[in-house]
């Protein structure tokens, strides 16, 4: 019974920011590794940014280095990705995902959100 909710999708103008928010709720022991990923119409789904449980470690996909950044806050479950310098490329529903292990004899699982849309204008 875990769900992740996304939020802080919208409209923007090229060369604006979004940031989207997504909070893990629900019985779970630990939270591993959380991410983003995107999917756009007609379009494989693809990673964003992943971090890990210590929040430390980052992962980026090469096209979003230098303008996006991932972070997270433990205390409150959650995961956030700063997006600025938006492109019209950008547009896309963005998914929020995470490792979570539920119980203490349980296996680790990854869940999803439902994903939140960005929409970036020219």
């Known amino acids: 019974q875990v769900q992740l909710v996304e939020s802080g999708g919208g409209l923007v103008q090229a060369g604006g920011s979004v940031n989207l928010s997504c909070a893990a709720s629900?019985?779970?022991?630990?939270?591993?590794?959380m991410g983003w990923y995107r999917q756009a119409p007609g379009k494989q789904r693809e990673l964003v940014a992943s971090?890990?449980?210590?929040?430390?470690?980052?992962n980026y996909a090469d096209s979003m280095k230098g303008r996006f950044t991932i972070s997270r806050d433990n205390a409150k479950n959650t995961v956030r990705l700063q997006m600025n310098s938006l492109k019209p490329e950008d547009t896309a529903v963005y998914y929020c995902?995470?490792?979570?292990?539920?119980?203490?004899?349980?296996?680790?699982?990854?869940?999803w959100g439902r994903g939140t849309q960005v929409t970036v204008s020219s």
């Open positions: 629900g019985s779970f022991l630990t939270i591993n590794a």
């Open positions: 995902n995470a490792v979570i292990r539920r119980t203490w004899y349980s296996g680790v699982d990854t869940y």
């Open positions: 971090i890990a449980s210590g929040g430390s470690t980052t």
